[in-house]
């Protein structure tokens, strides 16, 4: 992370440079069109597209860790983990296990897939999960419900 900031700091600041230079450069012409503008401005979209290509990095970086930490949330939510309070659970559901949740997310995964491939048998899909993602809905905790 440190990396990713170290660079948009440093793009940030050749392109505020770069700007300035711009700035700089046009005073001393008189505002008029010089070589030393021209290099000026090509050196500032130089930097312009620096900077983007270090946002859309750090954006990205950004999208991966929320993914991340809400997908953790969701195991703790589901298996009922709260930080700092052991035993207890975030809400009024019985926790289920991480393995079984794993299970619930490939067999909703691989119905995606099969209606995106327009196979149109929903039912026919959870009948016939895929082998590499098993689930079995007879869990001990469904009984009591």
């Known amino acids: 992370m440190d990396n990713i900031v170290d660079s948009l700091n440093s793009a940030?600041?050749?392109?505020?440079?770069?700007?300035?230079?711009?700035?700089?450069?046009k005073e001393s012409s008189a505002a008029q069109k010089t070589a030393a503008t021209d290099a000026a401005l090509e050196n500032f979209k130089q930097k312009w597209e620096l900077f983007r290509v270090a946002c859309d990095q750090a954006e990205e970086f950004?999208?991966?860790?929320?993914?991340r930490i809400g997908s953790e949330c969701l195991v703790d939510e589901a298996t009922g983990y709260m930080p700092g309070k052991s035993g207890?659970?975030?809400?009024?559901?019985?926790?289920?296990s991480a393995v079984r949740l794993e299970q619930m997310s490939k067999a909703v995964r691989w119905?995606?897939?099969?209606?995106?491939?327009?196979?149109?048998?929903?039912?026919?899909?959870?009948?016939?999960?895929?082998?590499?993602?098993?689930?079995d809905a007879r869990f001990p905790e469904d009984t009591a419900q």
């Open 12 to 25: 940030y600041q050749e392109f505020v440079g770069a700007a300035a230079h711009v700035l700089e450069t």
């Open 62 to 67: 950004v999208e991966s860790i929320k993914q």
């Open 88 to 96: 207890q659970h975030s809400t009024g559901l019985p926790p289920i």
């Open 111 to 135: 119905l995606v897939i099969e209606l995106q491939h327009g196979s149109g048998n929903a039912g026919g899909a959870a009948a016939h999960a895929h082998p590499s993602a098993p689930f």
